[in-house]
């Protein structure tokens, strides 16, 4: 009856794993991308390129040896964008293969071009030439993904004032950067320009940033960025921003003028449902593009699910290709579970951070008992061989049952470390555990036990007294 039994629009990571889950089933599946966005957002603007060029940034300006060999070191003098991109070039090439190969190995039919809504089981597939298609499907998943949100009130030059995507089309690195914005991409991207030697402003309106952080975590964060000479201007909002012909001024509305050879704003994104035409097929968009879902990812057609960053937060890679898993199962008929609220969140700053869990202030605000067990990687062998002496792991632990509440973690391999504490707590371990278990050494990993034996210690202390 149908050409498809699932018709994924996006190759993302959403849209790719529900393709290839849909695949895997024994069922028909199909994903409509255009030529060149295969790999979606993801691949080719977003997590990929962003985290690829922080590795060069790294390497290239040497600054995770510097502890070792002075803060002279550096493994390039003049560090040009050419440098840094063709890194990012080869990495986004070789994605797009492993895609290709994945969805061909599976058998996912790969229909070329944009496609949009006909009706519920309807789309229109258009392939930039003028030849459009159509084709149907008994389930469609939408997982195409958002842009970076561009304020109706700025004048975007893609040189000067730009948004996070015009970061891969500079022609040159800049000796002053405005970022406005403080979230998770912005921030990423001003500890980058700092590394290279770029002196960075940011611009935010809240009091402070990264909110759902570890209040402690984001302090250290501040005093290495600061030390990298980059100014916070927090409670601030920028008015306007003047182009000139060797720059911009930024116009704060408290009256600062700032000004600077380069602006990137970062202001959230927006989902790509503009050309969808989801009214065909009865659905709407809110106001920033995303579509609402219920647990097992569907919209209020029943046929038709939503997926990754269109749905909004946490609007992560990992969870995207996990949200696409269960959608194409929930669509093929296959039991599944509701998707787990313990997700890890991984910030690529320069040092990196990543937590799961809950924070001290979330804890607290919610009377939650805690203890704190804290390692830092300085009194680490291997924080003294990588040469990482501001690191540190926090274990929050419950002193009633001694369940891991929360894991943060800032420094060197962060975002890999946070997984060991993420199957501790999605196991129902206890810090017993970690106490009780024997790390390689010399090993980062090992700041778990240190942390562990720290809470352990403080929990004693309060049973002596106790008895």
Do not use: W
Request: one cysteine or more; glycine letters at 10%; proline letters at 3%.
């Amino acid at each position: 009856m149908y050409d498809f039994d699932v018709l994924v629009l996006g190759s993302g990571p959403g849209g790719q794993k529900a393709a290839i889950a849909t695949a895997k089933l024994g069922k028909r599946a199909g994903v409509v991308e255009r030529r060149d966005m295969v790999g979606g957002v993801c691949i080719n603007t977003g997590t990929i390129p962003s985290k690829t060029l922080r590795e060069a940034v790294l390497y290239l300006t040497g600054m995770s040896q510097r502890e070792m060999y002075g803060q002279s070191y550096r493994v390039k003098d003049d560090i040009t964008v050419t440098d840094l991109l063709m890194r990012t070039q080869h990495v986004i090439g070789r994605e797009v293969e492993v895609i290709r190969s994945q969805l061909s190995r599976n058998r996912v039919a790969m229909l070329p071009g944009l496609g949009s809504f006909l009706d519920a089981h309807t789309v229109e597939v258009s392939d930039g030439t003028g030849r459009e298609t159509r084709v149907t499907a008994e389930h469609i998943i939408i997982a195409t993904g958002t842009t970076p949100a561009r304020p109706a009130t700025v004048d975007f030059d893609g040189s000067t004032v730009i948004d996070s995507d015009g970061i891969l089309r500079l022609e040159r690195v800049p000796q002053t950067m405005i970022v406005v914005g403080a979230g998770v991409i912005g921030i990423e991207y001003a500890s980058m320009f700092a590394a290279l030697g770029c002196k960075v402003t940011v611009v935010e309106s809240r009091t402070r940033m990264l909110e759902f952080c570890d209040v402690e975590v984001v302090e250290a964060l501040k005093y290495h960025l600061r030390d990298l000479a980059v100014t916070f201007r927090f409670g601030e909002t920028v008015a306007a921003v003047e182009r000139h012909a060797r720059g911009a001024i930024a116009v704060l509305e408290s009256g600062k003028r700032i000004p600077a050879e380069v602006v990137m704003y970062s202001a959230g994104r927006q989902g790509q449902t503009e050309a969808l035409r989801l009214e065909n097929a009865g659905l709407a968009a809110d106001a920033r593009g995303r579509i609402a879902v219920d647990e097992y990812f569907r919209t209020q057609v029943p046929n038709v699910y939503a997926v990754g960053d269109v749905i909004g937060f946490p609007a992560l890679a990992a969870t995207s290709m996990e949200q696409g898993r269960l959608a194409a199962h929930h669509a093929c008929g296959e039991p599944v579970n509701v998707m787990s609220t313990l997700q890890p969140i991984g910030i690529y700053t320069i040092p990196e951070i990543s937590f799961i869990g809950r924070t001290e202030d979330e804890l607290t605000n919610e009377r939650i008992p805690f203890e704190v067990g804290i390692s830092r990687y300085r009194e680490l062998a291997r924080g003294q061989i990588i040469g990482d002496s501001y690191g540190v792991l926090k274990l929050l632990v419950s002193p009633e049952d001694r369940s891991l509440l929360g894991v943060h973690v800032f420094g060197t391999g962060a975002t890999e470390l946070v997984h060991i504490g993420q199957a501790v707590m999605g196991c129902g371990g206890t810090v017993d555990y970690l106490v009780h278990a024997v790390f390689n050494y010399p090993t980062l990993a090992e700041s778990y036990k240190v942390a562990a034996l720290d809470a352990m210690n403080k929990i004693r202390q309060i049973e002596r007294l106790d008895d």
